[in-house]
C-alpha cells in the first residue's frame, strides 16, 4: 500500500437552483429530500381552477357564499411570501366538507374532485385530511 493520499478534487459551482445540497464527504438522508419551490404557485393555480369549476356548479346561495370566503382565505394565505401550507390546507379542508355536506362533490364529479384531490396531494402532509375527505 502506498501512503499516498488522494488529490483533492476542486469543484467550480456555479448558480444552483431548486433543491441542492453541498456536503462534504458522504451525506446520508432518512425519509426523503423534498423541495417546496414553485408548489404554492401550483396549488395557487388550482385553488383558481377549483374557483372556476364552483362558478360553474349550481350552489345554494349561501353555500356558494361560504365557499367563496374559504377560497378567499386560502388565496390569502398563498399569496403571502412565506405562506404556511397548514394555514393554507384548512380553509380547502373546510370547503371540501361543505362541498360534501351540501352534495355538490356528488352532483360535480370530477369538476370539483379533481382540482380539490390536486391541491390536497400538493400541500403534502398538511393536504392529508383534504385526500381522506374525498374517499
Do not use: C, H, W
Not at 48 to 64: I, Q, T
Amino acid at each position: 500500500m502506498s501512503d499516498e493520499q488522494p488529490p483533492n478534487a476542486v469543484f467550480n459551482i456555479g448558480s444552483q437552483q431548486g433543491n441542492v445540497s453541498n456536503v462534504a464527504g458522504n451525506q446520508t438522508i432518512y425519509g426523503g429530500q423534498q423541495a417546496i419551490l414553485g408548489v404554492t404557485t401550483e396549488i395557487a393555480r388550482q385553488v383558481s381552477s377549483l374557483r372556476e369549476a364552483l362558478d360553474s356548479v349550481e350552489l345554494d346561495p349561501g353555500v356558494k357564499e361560504q365557499a367563496d370566503a374559504l377560497m378567499d382565505e386560502a388565496n390569502r394565505e398563498l399569496a403571502q411570501p412565506e405562506p404556511s401550507l397548514p394555514k393554507a390546507a384548512r380553509p380547502i379542508e373546510e370547503l371540501t366538507n361543505l362541498l360534501k355536506d351540501a352534495g355538490a362533490l356528488t352532483a360535480a364529479g370530477a369538476a370539483l374532485v379533481d382540482p380539490i384531490r390536486s391541491i390536497g396531494s400538493l400541500l403534502g402532509a398538511a393536504g392529508g385530511a383534504i385526500l381522506s375527505l374525498l374517499l
